[in-house]
């Protein structure tokens, strides 16, 4: 990272410039210089590199959000130029990129950007694990899922969602024993601890309950969400008033 490495060299120069005319024996002297210059560099250089992120992305999310999609993704893309000045900040911005995508169901497009994410954005982990399963690569599936849940453990849906996805490529003893941990890190859990239980009958899990944030994983097809929407209203078809 451009950050580090100019932290890097500005504290080398003032560990020169101490200890060249002062002495080696005042190397001590050098040392503290060189960590205060780099400390000081490296603090600088991140707010810069934050404050024109910020200049980039918040207008970005916005426009995503009022669903102008091609010009909130080309803001993102532009954002990438600051990638390599501060740690993490591309695999952020990728995540970002690769989510949208996602949510708009151009998986192929979305699939480099996931794979280059961030590791502790769990939904894109999530978007990232679903895309492995559906490319039938059950390993790079489960490899995803478990670092995952290693960064992000208090998500339940991350929990449920490892499971759904082993329940449906057959392996529902696995898919127990992941929603055991995940009820072992969030105790009370409702939702996992229903599902749990529902795996053990040999029922189908029940995500439901966790909302929008679970659709946005498109593992449901529109026409079994347009049935549970019909089978909370009794299964009666909206009435249609003709004038």
């Known amino acids: 990272m451009y950050n580090l490495l100019i932290s890097a060299a500005a504290a080398l120069l003032a560990f020169a410039l101490v200890t060249v005319p002062a002495g080696i024996h005042y190397w001590w002297a050098g040392l503290l210089a060189a960590l205060i210059v780099f400390l000081g560099c490296f603090l600088i250089i991140s707010r810069i590199i934050t404050k024109k992120l910020s200049e980039i992305m918040e207008p970005a999310m916005k426009d995503i959000q009022a669903q102008r999609f091609e010009k909130g993704i080309r803001d ?14 591309e695999a952020q911005i990728n995540s970002a990129i690769g989510m949208v995508y996602f949510v708009k169901r151009e998986f192929s497009t979305a699939f480099p950007y996931l794979e280059k994410g961030f590791f502790k954005n769990w939904v894109t982990m999530g978007m ?28 339940s849906l991350l929990w449920s969602l490892y ?61 079994t969400i347009q049935k549970q929407a019909m089978a909370q209203m009794g299964g009666k078809r909206p009435r249609i008033i003709r004038k």
């Open 76 to 89: 993102l893309k532009d954002a990438l130029r600051y990638g390599k000045w501060q740690i993490y900040v």
């Open 128 to 155: 990232l694990a679903v895309t492995y399963m559906k490319r039938n690569k059950p390993e790079k599936m489960k490899e995803t899922f478990e670092k995952a849940v290693v960064a992000s453990p208090k998500e």
């Open 163 to 223: 499971a759904y996805c082993l329940n449906e490529i057959g392996e529902t003893v696995k898919a127990c024993e992941v929603l055991a941990k995940g009820l072992a890190k969030l105790p009370g859990d409702e939702n996992i601890k229903q599902n749990l239980e529902l795996l053990r009958e040999g029922k189908k899990m029940k995500m439901k309950p966790y909302g929008e944030m679970w659709l946005q994983f498109h593992l449901e097809s529109l026409g």
